[in-house]
């Protein structure tokens, strides 16, 4: 089976550092990707992991070890439109498609 | 570039009623997904298609659902007859099997 949980919800302060956590349990890895969804519209992709490490892009990181089946995503500098939900996304085998976790909702409070 | 396209964005039907969705991915977007996303939940994947080959639908209630891709490009999901428990939100994605997925705007299906 496939199964990947999120913390439901966080609330952080404005200007804040804040980290999303994410673990896995899959029938097989080939990437990890963290989407980000504002209230009412698509997901839209924030960064992509397949080895283990950080990748940093701007004021986003994420940071992925299969050996532990966990990643996390990393927000710096937190702005109000921050304010969303944060879904992550396991590819299992090449071509295949997502698995998708419960998404965790994040409030960035002035 | 476009992105994905998809209509109507809204639509409110009564139980047992018929509804139709449709999609049209990225130009040269070989796979296309059709995802159902309860509020407040992750998308759960319906169907997934490789050019017009179905790849994965074994989530796909069948007895109520079908999708079909005949030319291996646009995309239409159809649910008949429809039930309450129905009510999400339908997103289409595209992508490359080396690649994100690009997800359309979704149709909000609110059924009474």
């Known amino acids: 089976g496939q199964n990947i949980d999120q913390p439901t919800e966080m609330t952080a302060t404005e200007g804040a550092i804040v980290q999303i956590n994410c673990t896995y349990q899959t029938s097989g890895f080939n990437g990890l990707f963290w989407y980000q969804q504002h209230a009412g519209e698509a997901p839209t992709f924030l960064s992509y992991n397949v080895l283990d490490g950080l990748e940093e892009k701007g004021r986003f990181s994420s940071f992925l070890s299969r050996s532990k089946g966990y990643s996390y995503l990393l927000l710096k500098e937190l702005q109000m439109k921050d304010s969303a939900s944060y879904l992550c996304a396991v590819t299992p085998r090449y071509g295949q498609n997502f698995v998708f976790g419960p998404g965790t909702r994040l409030s960035v409070l002035p | 570039e476009a992105g994905v396209a998809q209509s109507p964005r809204y639509k409110i039907i009564e139980k047992r009623q018929s509804v139709a969705f449709w999609c049209n991915p990225i130009?040269?977007?070989?796979?296309l997904y059709w995802y159902q996303q309860i509020l407040g939940q992750g998308p759960k994947l319906l169907i997934q298609f490789q050019n017009n080959g179905v790849v994965d639908d074994s989530q796909l209630p069948k007895d109520r659902f079908s999708a079909e891709r005949l030319k291996g490009v646009d995309s239409t999901l159809k649910i008949q007859p429809a039930k309450l428990e129905d009510s999400a939100v339908y997103l289409c994605?595209?992508?490359?099997?080396?690649?994100?997925?690009?997800f359309g705007p979704g149709t909000r299906l609110t059924v009474l």
């Open positions: 994605a595209s992508g490359l099997p080396t690649d994100t997925q690009y």
């Open positions: 130009s040269g977007h070989a796979t």
